[in-house]
């Protein structure tokens, strides 16, 4: 097993319409539990295309465990769960987990049948009559039965009830727990991935704002409150001002004469998305 | 991948099938019924109308099976969002493209290969009450290696613009408007020159003969200008005697039916190679997410 689970460098992806991504690099550590932030059209989907072999960048590299993206198919160690949960519509739900293993070496039919279990979605049932949640547990089971080194999730909550969201966050965790795998999962919902996700990956404008562990991330900046008058610090993120306070969010270290609070992942997150649409504007 | 491409299409592939084996019952009931009966007359009167509505019949099966077969292939999945799924397996997408070509177009390709076959030993006994030789369109069409042939080409066509539109339906359609026009430029540009006509001036052709040119020519085999108006007589080949005009035929003879069918079948599987070749690249250089 890799050490860089997804490496990053220069990635670049040119539309006709403008940037998917723009001089990206990064590399995610293996064994974290990575959230891809970023607005919509920032190159969260462009970049898990580009390492799933789904689409070719424009210049740059990227490695997926270690490996390019070739043509000969995606990464046997990478699953990929794609936004739109695409499964075959006419097959049945053990059909769709036949077709799991048929196209999957390694594929462990014990592990996604009981993830399919678990969700309480009917074996019998054809895949285009399942609800969107239903959907998203069997793709989800599928992408799981691969027995992935890196899972690769495109929104993979945006569809389900809060109840849904917190088992499929516990199937995706007790996964990492037991195997060391490395997620990295895009949402614009925050909140959802607070006190799950260890490593942050922020994007915006298919440019890479912020990136790190969580927990270095929350140690290195401070939400500073206080009186407009006082001096900024260096490393200013975003300061706002209402009425004769002024609340700043800055990667700096304690600083005297405000009143210095760790940022929470949303806020933190909230900050450098604001203040790169600024930039943007 | 073959159980999943299996699962995928059975339903076209199955239906395909059935027409086919459904059209080789009737084929083979209709020759032993037809070979029963000795009168020309009465196999006239009895399968007369059969002998036109099979030929509607098969020149029509080949297109329609394969643009059927082969426009969904790839269109749908992409329409679906489905091939998203499919290239994201470890499975490469040469092997997830070539695994559904094989599957959904063998079988088929296949049957459509037989029943031409078939066609040319049941239509046996039906010779006399067919107009023209096995040569001639449509009976060329519809009788041995041909029927698979355009049967490959049009599924081939089909599947490939359905993996490069994106689009069932755009595929089906793009496939029916080549195909005519190049059956229709085949059969009248090509297919006459496979073979060096043989020529006759005796005004006789063997029977089954495709006459593919005529002209008039004087004693010495130049080509002349002769105007029946001009004759004084109403007895044409006595006039054409009497201004020393022969008329010089090019034929190409029934014997030659299958080397002709092995040509053509030849110039279409090499179609086939090239827009199976167009696919591939296209799989690779322009199929995206």
Known sequence: ?281 | MIWVAWRQQRLQILLSLGIIAALAAVMTFVRFDAQSITDDQLVDDRYGMYVNYLRLVLLALPVLLGAVIGGPLFGREIEHGTHVFSLTQSIGRTRWWASKIVVAGLPVIAGMTLLGLLNSWASAPLRAVMFGGRLVTPTFEIEGLTLGAYTALAFALSATVGLMVRNTLAAMVITVMSYVPLLVLVGNALRPAYATPVTSTDGQTPAGAWVVSSSYVDAAGNPVAFSPAACTTTNIPECMRAQGVVRRVGFQPDDRFWSFQAIEAGLFLALVALVVGAGAWALHHRLRY
């Open chain 1, 1 to 281: 097993m890799t050490t860089i689970a997804l490496d990053a460098m220069a990635l670049t992806m040119r539309y006709r319409r403008g940037w998917g991504l723009r001089d990206c690099t990064f590399q995610l550590p293996a064994g974290r539990i990575a959230a891809l932030i970023g607005p919509n059209g920032a190159g969260k989907s462009t970049l898990m295309r580009i390492a799933t072999g789904l689409q070719r960048q424009t210049s740059g590299e990227i490695h997926v465990l270690g490996q390019a993206p070739g043509k000969h198919g995606a990464n046997r160690h990478l699953a990929f769960l794609g936004q739109d949960k695409p499964l075959y519509k006419g097959f049945t739900v053990d059909e769709m987990l036949r077709a799991g293993a048929k196209l999957n070496p390694g594929w462990d039919d014990q592990y996604a049948r009981r993830l399919v279990r678990e969700a309480d979605v009917p074996f019998g049932a054809k895949v285009g009559t399942l609800s969107g949640g239903q959907r998203t547990r069997v793709a989800l089971a599928i992408a799981m039965g691969r027995r992935p080194e890196l899972v690769m999730l495109d929104e993979p909550l945006a569809d389900l009830d809060p109840i849904a969201r917190q088992e499929v966050m516990h199937t995706v965790l007790a996964e990492v727990a037991e195997t060391g795998m490395t997620v990295l999962l895009s949402s614009h919902v925050i909140a959802d991935l607070d006190g799950v996700c260890d490593h942050l990956l922020l994007l915006a404008d298919g440019q890479v704002r912020l990136q790190g562990d969580v927990e270095d991330l929350l140690t290195q900046h401070r939400v500073l409150v206080g009186s407009r008058e006082l001096v900024l610090p260096d490393g200013v993120v975003e300061a706002r001002t209402t009425g004769r306070q002024a609340t700043v969010l800055a990667r700096t270290p304690d600083v005297p004469g405000w009143d210095n609070n760790e940022p929470s992942l949303e806020e933190l997150a909230l900050a450098y998305l604001r203040s790169a649409k600024k930039v943007a504007a």
